[in-house]
């Protein structure tokens, strides 16, 4: 089943054309990784995808209804859910306030900062934030301000923020960018598993081809704006257009 289709998407800045007629199509229940060199336009293929960006023209669809023109919140809302190249948390807070935030807000639409006192009195809010950290392993740290965590800890807040919101589609920006192999091959095992409990289909731009061909079941190949190849991991590793424009055999 179809749950993200992209047509005929063109981007420009000024004369610079980051985005020349994509289409894609993610299934639900896959893995879509989008890769390609530096400048091929897969950053802001995504920030399309979570109203950032609107494209100059072309359809993105979500479940048969547009994401373009949304806010942020109610792309949410709409079951999408972001993980960005550099975490986005909260530092000052607590890892179980930075869970509770986006747990008020699904339930009670988007989040008014001045409703913050009353979060910690909320039992509904604080066992649900609860449940979503022990999802990432995370629950014995609640009481830990998150500037103090580990770069792949705090991706896992990250995510923890993310799937309180029970998103269907969860859309990955290089998640393991700066991390250690170790933080890299657990938010690997974490990523796997999170699909399989809660039956999320993801979207993943990411560099690492390690990353890359231990998750993904479909892999779309951007360069110079376009999709240039798309498949299974194991047919684009040898596709000579993927070689000419980005991996080259050193990267297999």
Same mark, same amino acid.
Not at 154 to 170: W, Y
Not at 181 to 205: F, M, P, Q, S, Y
């Given at each position: 089943m179809e749950l993200l289709k992209v047509s005929g998407v063109n981007k420009a800045f000024g004369g610079l054309k980051a985005l020349n007629d994509v289409n894609l199509t993610v299934n639900e229940g896959t893995v879509h990784a989008i890769i390609g060199p530096n400048g091929a336009g897969k950053s802001t293929l995504l920030n399309c995808f979570v109203g950032r960006l609107i494209p100059d023209t072309g359809t993105v669809m979500f479940a048969d209804k547009s994401l373009i023109g949304l806010k942020a919140h109610q792309i949410n809302q709409a079951g999408v859910s972001r993980v960005f190249q550099t975490p986005e948390i909260f530092g000052e807070l607590s890892l179980l306030q930075n869970v509770m935030i986006p747990t008020m807000a699904k339930r009670d639409g988007e989040f008014a900062l001045h409703a913050f006192k009353r979060l910690d009195k909320d039992a509904e809010i604080i066992d649900t934030a609860l449940h979503s950290l022990e999802d990432v392993g995370l629950a014995d740290k609640k009481d830990v301000i998150a500037n103090s965590l580990s770069r792949g800890d *705090?991706?896992?807040? !990250?995510?923890?923020?993310?799937?309180?919101?029970?998103?269907?589609?969860?859309l990955?920006? !290089?998640?393991?960018? %700066?991390?250690?192999?170790?933080?890299? /091959? /657990?938010? @690997?095992?974490?990523? *796997?598993?999170? %699909?399989?409990?809660? /039956?999320?289909? *993801?979207?993943? @731009? !990411?560099?690492?081809?390690?990353?890359?061909?231990?998750?993904a079941t479909t892999v779309s190949v951007l360069a110079q704006g376009t999709v240039i190849c798309e498949g299974k991991p194991q047919d684009i590793k040898g596709d000579p257009r993927v070689q000419e424009a980005y991996l080259g055999g050193a990267h297999l």
């Open positions: *705090k991706r896992r807040l !990250e995510l923890a923020m993310c799937l309180v919101q029970s998103p269907r589609l969860l990955l920006d !290089e998640p393991t960018a %700066g991390m250690s192999r170790a933080d890299t /091959n /657990n938010t @690997i095992d974490l990523l *796997k598993r999170i %699909g399989e409990d809660h /039956n999320i289909t *993801k979207v993943v @731009i !990411e560099h690492d081809m390690h990353v890359v061909f231990s998750l």
